[in-house]
């Protein structure tokens, strides 16, 4: 699908070095909160601006059945990230999710589908927390990647009015390291302008009526291979304010932890004042968010749909039961038995992931606490002592695709 792209950061990132990290710290809350009145309801998606607040899994299955069927060893291979302070946009419910630079489309009764991806599923409810999951291939390997978050809508009234507005050039006073940010209709987009590599992509985040922004990621990688287990972390923490008298100002402080931690990290102190724009090139300024997004989703949605002919209706739409768990996955290979098992493995990998989130959402409800999260990981062991079903498979000898949907009673 040709579509304006909003410079996506690709799994690819975060599943090649393995020696990613994060921070185990909430997000912090910066200026005064949103006043605006939630909606009694999100369903049906409203067309508009929202916070997009996540938490992201990929799992690397296919590099997780390789290394088990050449070594005999369980191998867990995962990356989670949190992100607060990210801004996106829903158009007649396509929805963009902005880290991953996939369009979601949300239906009336909040179920989640991928415009481009079949193998995404997932549901918003009423209340704007969303769970949704699928598959990703990067570099012909197959992993997975689960998603649960919140929206939270950002009508004008929330957001800075325009006298914050303009280009704002900021350094570092102690590096000398240098932004260039763009604030526009209540929302900060920004970019590195010194040619060093941010080590992810800068996304637009929200700039609050009194002038104050922040926003926040954080990275944990956990790596095991048979015996020998590694966990690494990083992130960071950035909280600013804007005074048109003035100009703007911005800490970046980051964390480390676990193997990789050094320790001692010294915060980046940014400043800054309104700039010309005829001081800076074309290719050194942000996206403007505001016109761009929208864009986007239009084209994405004139864009002709795949042919899903081939996918099992349970596949595209897994069935919901209060007392079960569903996990669907697929392969395509050469080798019938090879696809089954790494579909499997895939659905394996689906329902370990929604079970874990189901049991965070219910820990972080009854502890009525943001930073508390559970800390285990269910790895290839526990996932073989998870007694799951297979409830559906079929496999499409045109293709070579295997598809296969487990069942795991609650």
């Known amino acids: 699908m040709n579509v304006y792209r909003i410079r996506p950061l690709g799994a690819a990132f975060f599943l090649a070095g393995i020696l990613l990290v994060s921070c185990a710290s909430a997000p912090a809350e910066v200026g005064e909160k949103i006043s605006e009145q939630p909606p009694a309801s999100f369903l049906p998606l409203v067309s508009g601006w929202y916070l997009y607040e ?72 009423e209340n704007g927390a969303f769970f949704w999951s699928g598959l990703s291939e990067q ?9 649960k978050g919140s929206l939270i809508s950002l009508p004008p009234p929330s957001r800075g009015d325009s006298r914050y507005d303009g280009l704002y050039h900021l350094t570092d006073t102690g590096t000398g390291r240098e932004q260039l940010a763009l604030i526009k209709d209540g929302f900060y987009t920004w970019t590195y302008i010194d040619g060093e590599e941010a080590g992810f992509t800068p996304w637009p985040t929200l700039i609050r009526p009194d002038g104050s922004f922040g926003f926040d990621m954080e990275w944990t990688t956990v790596l095991e291979m048979g015996d020998s287990k590694a966990d690494y972390s990083t992130g960071f923490t950035a909280e600013g304010r804007i005074d048109p008298a003035s100009g703007i100002s911005l800490e970046v402080l980051s964390h480390t932890a676990g193997a990789a931690s050094g320790g001692g990290e010294r915060p980046e102190i940014y400043t800054g004042v309104m700039a010309l724009a005829a001081e800076f090139s074309n290719e050194q300024f942000p996206v403007d968010v505001t016109a761009a997004l929208p864009a986007a989703i239009a084209v994405a949605k004139e864009s002709p749909a795949p042919d899903w002919s081939g996918y099992p209706a349970w596949y595209l739409n897994p069935p919901v039961r209060g007392n079960a768990v569903f996990g669907v996955g697929q392969k395509t290979f050469s080798v019938r038995d090879t696809a089954f098992a790494m579909a499997e493995a895939a659905a394996a990998a689906d329902i370990a992931l929604r079970l874990r989130m189901r049991i965070e959402s219910r820990i972080e409800e009854a502890e009525n606490s943001f930073g508390r999260r559970a800390g285990s990981v269910i790895n290839v062991e526990a996932m073989e002592r998870i007694p799951y079903r297979v409830a559906e498979r079929i496999y499409r000898e045109e293709t070579g695709t295997a598809f296969v949907l487990l069942e795991l009673d609650l």
Request: aromatic fraction near 8%; hydrophobic fraction near 35%; include cysteine.
């Open 139 to 147: 570099n012909g390997r197959t992993n997975h990647v689960a998603v």
């Open 54 to 125: 996540f938490e992201r899994t990929f799992k690397g299955i296919e590099d997780e059945y390789t290394f088990a069927q050449s070594t005999g060893m369980p191998m867990v291979e995962e990356v989670t990230v949190r992100q607060s302070g990210t801004v996106t946009y829903c158009e007649e419910g396509v929805l963009h999710d902005p880290v991953l630079d996939m369009y979601l489309s949300v239906d009336g009764d909040g179920l989640i589908h991928s415009i481009e991806n079949p193998t995404v599923s997932g549901a918003l409810s």
